[in-house]
């Protein structure tokens, strides 16, 4: 189906419907989080019912984004009263199992609209607006709601830009293209101020969470040969909030061209952040491995120890990128 009727038809399930579930993969991130509350407050604006349910918790940071966030989302473990929901609408997720337990407010004869940048999206909707080649989920949602003819209000503007600034890095990615900045400048004329997001989302840090940073970064070990570089944390003995700031120095290691964040969560199940700053693909890589995502970043999870984990995984990743040298 061509995009303008894919378009019209998510405009129809809005329109025909009022009460509407609203969720995205496990371990929000922004674009997960900006879409989601862009799409939330719209279906408010247009006198809707909606809730946004995620397994995990929505970071403090995100707050300024939403009107009322008790009013608005609410994480998984916290519902006590369990709701069969028909219109659901998921955003920024590649493959259903990513949604985790929200899954089981899915009535048996649920209409799924899912919306989504991964190449690797397993099109699990009833309707599937999937577009690899665009920087986020945040930038569809525009789409659609400019294709409906909704009124963007400088709330729903922001919640959006924030959705775009985060999967680009702050318009620093390999995906920043001309769509994105095109879009960037529409927003900006809604009213959203690109330096204030970008400060919110990119600048803000509290000492004690730099302190962590610091302690991690510290001990980043690289593999100069393979041009690879690892950071690992125990999240139980130094709980990080928020995995971006490690992330950015990371990734700004000028000897590195692969990049590893692996966080021990509990035991022996770690999760697993890989960037690439070259052709390798990442994503194809963490596949092996029941992970996914997109060329230079994605994300998978392995059980096991950290030392298990290097003889494994950083092993088989240090001979495949040295065969590509
Ligand atoms: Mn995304």
Same mark, same amino acid.
């Given at each position: 189906m061509n995009r303008d009727k894919l378009i019209k038809q998510i405009g129809t399930f809005i329109s025909e419907n009022d009460d509407f579930l609203i969720t995205s993969h496990f371990a929000p991130d922004g674009d997960n989080i900006g879409s989601c509350i862009a799409f939330h407050l719209m279906l408010t604006d247009l006198g809707k019912k909606s809730l946004i349910v995620n397994e995990d918790k929505i970071i403090d940071k995100y707050d300024f984004l939403f009107r009322d966030k008790s009013e608005s989302y609410i994480q998984y473990s916290d519902i006590t009263e369990k709701t069969e929901f028909e219109n659901v609408i998921v955003l920024?997720?590649?493959? $259903?199992?990513?949604?985790?337990?929200?899954?089981?407010?899915?009535?048996?004869d649920v209409t799924v609209v899912n919306i989504d940048h991964h190449f690797t999206n397993t099109n699990f909707g009833t309707i599937n607006l999937v577009?690899?080649?665009?920087?986020?989920a945040s930038q569809l949602v525009l789409e659609i709601f400019k294709g409906c003819n909704y009124n963007i209000t400088k709330d729903i503007s922001d919640a959006i830009l924030t959705g775009i600034l985060s999967d680009t890095g702050g318009l620093k $990615?390999?995906?920043?293209n001309i769509e994105v900045i095109s879009d960037v400048k529409e927003l900006m004329s809604l009213g959203s101020v690109l330096p204030d997001i970008t400060e919110r989302l990119f600048s803000s840090i509290s000492y004690e969470e730099s302190m962590k940073v610091n302690k991690i970064a510290s001990e980043i070990k690289l593999y100069g040969e393979e041009r690879i570089a690892v950071a690992y944390n125990d999240q139980q003995n130094n709980p990080l909030i928020e995995n971006e700031p490690v992330l950015m120095i990371l990734n700004s290691i000028?000897?590195?061209e692969v990049t590893l964040f692996v966080r021990r969560?509990?035991?022996n199940k770690l999760k697993i952040s890989l960037r690439s700053k070259s052709e390798f693909n990442v994503s194809d890589f963490a596949a092996k491995w029941g992970g996914g995502g997109h060329k230079n970043a994605a994300g998978m999870r392995y059980k096991g120890t950290f030392e298990d984990f290097n003889a494994d995984v950083l092993d088989k990743l240090r001979k495949v990128v040295m065969d590509k040298l």
């Open positions: 920024d997720t590649a493959t $259903f199992d990513r949604i985790g337990k929200v899954s089981e407010l899915f009535s048996k577009d690899g080649y665009v920087s986020s $990615f390999q995906n920043t000028e000897e590195a969560a509990d035991e």
